[in-house]
């Protein structure tokens, strides 16, 4: 038994010695040390020995085993040594030569807007809320005052999922669920991608972005709805600009109206870009329709709100002078560079 182990040391060691790669080695531990391995079977055989003889042949098996796998660890480490600085070697860095420009790129404007946007309404005291982009009808129409059959459906192209559930064509469903789980006072802002199904051309895209905002607690008055605008109006296109409310209709909002400002180009002596008339559109706006109050549980006899709501694509359009709203969406860099 002893001249056995013996053995097994001395052709498992003149093994290691020859052994260049690490698979050659594992393939070693599993000849030798491995659950079938021949030092294994030695070791199981141990129970034919002599109660004298077992101790003895058990140590010096313990002893082969301990010597194997120091020299199968020691001949891994050693490759992979080897293994390292020949890579090292072969992966010099020639830190003379020129590096590789990294092209980075840039925000899109319809961001870089909304960002502006959003910040301008926020140091005036309004929240951030968010919805949902597939939307129910009952949020998207009925609360907002445009039942079933109301011609204002027709003139929103709605993306209709079934009968019950929309890609919502305004974010103004926001408003409502806004209502819905806070009560007055109320003064948010609901920024978001809306659906229509336009054709794609210079001027229309079936995806855009809107702003909405809202504001209801007691007292409000359309003073302070023209204040308000006034006042982003001036931070959002200069100082200098002027603004004037024509009457319009919306179902949701009465007495409702849009706002207009001086072309930030010419400052209202008509140009191109505002085609010579000297005024650009810029939003819808009103009053919260006492209806709209009472389908989100708020009592239009104790609380009145303003809400209003522009495109913001449009707002990038005007501001850098496009003309054509699929720039912005077509992630071409000789465009974006610019901004």
């Known amino acids: 038994m002893k001249e056995k182990l013996e053995l097994i040391k001395n052709n498992a060691l003149e093994e290691i010695k020859n052994t260049s790669n690490s698979s050659e080695f594992e393939s070693i531990r599993v000849k030798y040390l491995g659950k079938k391995g021949e030092l294994t079977q030695i070791l199981r055989g141990m129970g034919a020995l002599s109660a004298e003889e077992r101790p003895i042949v058990g140590k010096i098996a313990n002893e082969v085993r301990a010597v194997l796998e120091t020299a199968i660890e020691e001949g891994i ?4 040594n080897r293994e390292k600085n020949e890579r090292l070697k072969n992966e010099v860095i020639d830190i003379s030569m020129p590096g590789i420009k990294q092209t980075i790129g840039k925000r899109n404007p319809l961001e870089q807007t909304l960002d502006e946007m959003k910040e301008i309404f926020i140091t005036m005291g309004f929240t951030i809320e968010e919805g949902p982009e597939v939307e129910l009808d009952y949020y998207n129409f009925e609360a907002l ?4 059959n109301h011609p204002a459906r027709g003139e929103q192209d709605t993306f209709y999922i079934n009968d019950n559930i929309v890609l919502r064509t305004q974010t103004s469903p926001i408003q409502v669920r806004t209502m819905e789980k806070q009560k007055p006072p109320i003064k948010m802002i609901s920024p978001g991608k809306v659906y229509r199904s336009d054709a794609v051309d210079a001027t229309h895209s079936p995806i855009f972005y809107q702003m909405e905002g809202l504001v209801v607690d007691k007292g409000i008055t ?3 709805l023209k204040g308000t605008l006034e006042l982003f109006a001036k931070k959002m ?6 603004t004037k409310f024509r009457p319009h209709h919306f179902p949701f909002t009465e007495p409702s109206a849009e706002m207009d400002a001086t072309c930030f180009v010419c400052g209202g002596e008509g140009c191109r870009v505002c085609k010579g008339e000297g005024w650009i559109e810029l939003l819808g706006c009103g009053m919260v329709h006492p209806e709209v109050l009472k389908n989100c549980g708020i009592d239009p006899e104790v609380y009145s709100g303003f809400a209003f709501g522009f495109g913001v694509d449009r707002m990038v359009m005007l501001k850098y002078g496009l003309d054509d709203i699929r720039q912005l969406y077509e992630s071409d860099m000789r465009f974006l560079d610019q901004f």
């Open 222 to 224: 359309f003073a302070d």
């Open 77 to 80: 480490g050693a490759i992979k």
């Open 237 to 242: 296109l200069g100082d200098k600009v002027k």
């Open 145 to 148: 005052n445009i039942p079933k």
